[in-house]
T-cell receptor, first 113, second 116 residues
Framework: AQSVTQLDSHVSVSEGTPVLLRCNYS??????LFWYVQHPNKGLQLLLK??????LVKGINGFEAEFKKSETSFHLTKPSAHMSDAAEYFC???????????FGTGTRLTIIP | GAVVSQHPSWVICKSGTSVKIECRSL??????MFWYRQFPKQSLMLMAT?????????EQGVEKDKFLINHASLTLSTLTVTSAHPEDSSFYIC????????????FGPGTRLTVT
């Protein structure tokens, strides 16, 4: 079985400072990993995905994540936070050959003006 | 491309009534659609997986007689909450898989159900 653990339920950063949202995964097989963002009362938007290609994945809106197999981590980063980044972020895992997605519990990102 | 819509976006119904939520893939054919439930400030929980033309596969703990899923075509899946109760109030989100090898899922905007 696969799972993801988002280590922080809430992260606050000042506008213009770096963002780090942490995610660790557990999977018996080669996983695909995703980060989704959800703005209040909105659907989920895919930020980026890792599917066994390059370990450093660049996504939309300046976000990127690095797949580290030795650490079983897939942390999401952004060099400079913007007010519009305030939202809920979900780390998601999918095992190869299985369509089901397993969601982490989410991290609420707050941007301080 | 790869747009998924849901209708309605929000609905209020009385306890004991049934409500139907539609999920449509607008620009692709979806071999598989998924239904999720999200409680306030919580993560998404997969309720069921539906494949066109066959019965849905429900996750453990989800009442199949209460949450009826029909996947009548490659672009439409419906979730009917039967005999709704206040505890069914939630945000329901669908996603669709176009069937490519990436298994990528495209999510709808969600439907907020409030049962009074």
């Amino acid at each position: 079985a696969q799972s993801v653990t988002q280590l922080d339920s809430h992260v606050s950063v000042s506008e213009g400072t770096p963002v780090l949202l942490r995610c660790n995964y557990s999977s018996s097989y080669s996983p695909s990993l995703f980060w989704y963002v959800q703005h209040p009362n909105k659907g989920l938007q895919l930020l980026l995905k890792y599917t066994s290609a390059a370990t450093l994945v660049k996504g939309i809106n300046g976000f990127e994540a690095e797949f580290k197999k030795s650490e079983t981590s897939f942390h999401l980063t952004k060099p400079s936070a913007h007010m519009s980044d305030a939202a809920e972020y979900f780390c998601v895992v999918r095992v190869f050959g299985n369509e089901k997605l397993t969601f982490g519990t989410g991290t609420r990102l707050t941007i301080i003006p | 491309g790869a747009v998924v819509s849901q209708h309605p976006s929000w609905v209020i119904c009385k306890s004991g009534t049934s409500v139907k939520i539609e999920c449509r893939s607008l620009d692709f054919q979806a071999t598989t659609m998924f239904w999720y439930r999200q409680f306030p400030k919580q993560s998404l929980m997969l309720m069921a997986t539906s494949n066109e033309g066959s019965k849905a596969t429900y996750e453990q703990g989800v009442e199949k007689d209460k949450f009826l899923i029909n996947h009548a075509s490659l672009t439409l899946s419906t979730l009917t909450v039967t005999s709704a109760h206040p505890e069914d109030s939630s945000f329901y989100i669908c996603s669709a898989n176009p069937g490519r090898s990436s298994y990528e899922q495209y999510f709808g905007p969600g439907t907020r159900l409030t049962v009074t």
